[in-house]
Nanobody, 123 residues
Framework: VQLIESGGGLVQDGGSLRLSCTASGRSFSTYVMGWFRQAPGKAREFVASIDWRSDFKLGGSVQGRFTISRDAANMMFLQMNNLKPDDTAVYYC???????????????????WGRGTQVTVYS
């Protein structure tokens, strides 16, 4: 199993980026997939998750600015608008351990992780 994130980069305050996560090795169509982020010196933080019905959950700090989506082919996306310097972090794609189990903000509930993609927002 492999999860690969892409789409990170350097963007100005107020700008937008779209992250992608591609999963391979097995189907995750019946699993919750999620995004987490970790800034230097800070704990890993829940960003968003989406389940097999495309029901989603967003972290409080990104509501109204970020959108999560997925397709039927093991891909997940994070559209990030109105980015702020506080959004600077490494963003990780993750898949929840058990299928048909709903959203979780706890990183310990996710078994598969990508290596992350850096997002840097400058003012």
């Amino acid at each position: 199993v492999q999860l690969i994130e892409s789409g990170g980069g350097l963007v100005q305050d107020g700008g937008s980026l779209r992250l992608s996560c591609t999963a391979s090795g097995r189907s995750f169509s019946t699993y919750v997939m999620g995004w987490f982020r970790q800034a230097p010196g800070k704990a890993r933080e829940f960003v968003a998750s989406i389940d097999w019905r495309s029901d989603f959950k967003l972290g409080g700090s990104v509501q109204g600015r970020f959108t999560i989506s997925r397709d039927a082919a093991n891909m997940m996306f994070l559209q990030m608008n109105n980015l702020k310097p506080d959004d600077t972090a490494v963003y990780y794609c993750a898949v929840r351990t058990l299928e048909y189990v709903g959203a979780s903000e706890d990183s310990g509930d996710y078994a598969w992780w990508g290596r992350g993609t850096q997002v840097t927002v400058y003012s």
